[in-house]
């Protein structure tokens, strides 16, 4: 059995991770962190675990683990690192954006594994550190990595993308208050989303040259090839991209080129009928549609943020680190209706 703790244990990512963990064939929650609700039953908190668990959440942490989750705020798994001693032989999955980025992804003299598997699955396998990625930052890379890998990706790229409330994390704020979500939509941080940092720099290990050189920021740079527009959707959980590119490619040669690139990975599905959310809520999938348009190849994306975006996609991880069948209990079913 793989030994799990959990530090964060009490907001969206960290609920996530339990309610998959629990039912995992190869897994054992050793300690599910939460200073807050020590003490509690964990459906104290996650009320829909009731009847699934007697666990509690505890204010203790160790490193009699095999690996360790950090489902905490941004900045905040950076700080629980430095302030904490964890054993060289454990694992870390870390689900914020501390160690994403090539400027910061070092630890314990070991670098963190950027970890989306449809890029990086060989290296993950053998690393020590993962550092999920973002939410909307897999989304629009599953949509985008056949092309780069084939060098295709255009100088400008357009992508507009919708996201429930739970991307916004726990933490109420003006924006996720029912009252002003509901029946609502809105766009923010146009052109300047934080995750086109670590998207930038996965198109540009498969297209070598992607980024702009120049003495800009990062996400200035990302910013001249990829037009972003992020939206706040009036549901709960999913990310739903509309990317488009121009492209000599036909509707068919896409069509071959994404299918052959996502053969070899199993949540990664390419859909010659038009696609919704649905049909990825509560699962550990992405399904992307294509369909050329005169010059323009639109590609859709669908995927659950809390799963394929966040716990899921962690999950998934550790089981390739620990040479599992990648699918082991990620085989989730949609609500469908």
């Known amino acids: ?43 104290e908190v996650h009320n829909d675990l009731f009847g699934d668990t007697e666990l509690t959440f505890s204010s203790d942490f160790h490193s009699d683990v095999d690996v360790l989750f950090l489902c905490v705020g941004h900045g905040d798994a950076r700080k629980f690192l430095d302030a904490n001693t964890v054993d060289a032989s454990v694992k870390i999955i870390d689900l914020s954006q501390d160690y994403r980025l090539r400027s910061n992804i070092a630890y314990q003299g070991q670098q963190f594994v950027y970890g989306l598997p449809e890029l990086n699955k060989e290296a993950i396998k053998t690393a020590q550190y993962i550092a999920n990625p973002g939410c909307f930052a897999t989304n629009i890379q599953l949509a985008l990595l056949p092309l780069a890998s084939k060098g295709l990706l255009p100088n400008q790229i357009h992508v507009n993308a919708t996201t429930g409330s739970t991307g916004a994390g726990q933490k109420p704020g003006a924006t996720t208050h029912f009252s002003w979500r509901n029946n609502n939509l809105s766009a923010y941080k146009s052109f300047e989303h934080q995750h086109l940092q670590e998207i930038s720099e996965s198109l540009d290990q498969l297209q070598t040259g992607f980024l702009p050189i120049s003495e800009n920021s990062l996400l200035e740079r990302a910013a001249e090839r990829i037009n972003f527009i992020p939206q706040r959707g009036d549901f709960a959980r999913g990310i739903f991209s509309a990317i488009y590119v121009d492209t000599d490619l036909s509707e068919e040669q896409a069509y071959e080129l994404y299918e052959t690139y996502y ?53 998934q991880n550790m089981n390739l680190m620990f040479g599992l069948d990648e699918r082991t209990g990620l085989n989730l079913k949609s609500i469908g209706f």
């Open 1 to 43: 059995m793989i030994r799990v703790g959990i530090i964060g244990s009490a907001g969206y990512t960290g609920g996530e991770l339990l309610r998959v963990l629990i039912y995992h064939p190869e897994v054992e929650i050793v300690f599910a962190n939460s200073a807050s609700n020590a003490g509690n039953k964990l459906y």
């Open 263 to 315: 053969a070899a990975h199993p949540f990664t599905h390419v859909s010659k009928k038009n696609i919704d959310l649905k049909q990825v809520v509560n699962t550990n999938k992405s399904i992307i549609h294509l369909e050329k348009h005169g010059n323009k190849l639109l590609i859709l994306n669908a995927t659950d943020n809390l799963l394929k975006g966040a716990s899921g996609q962690a999950v």
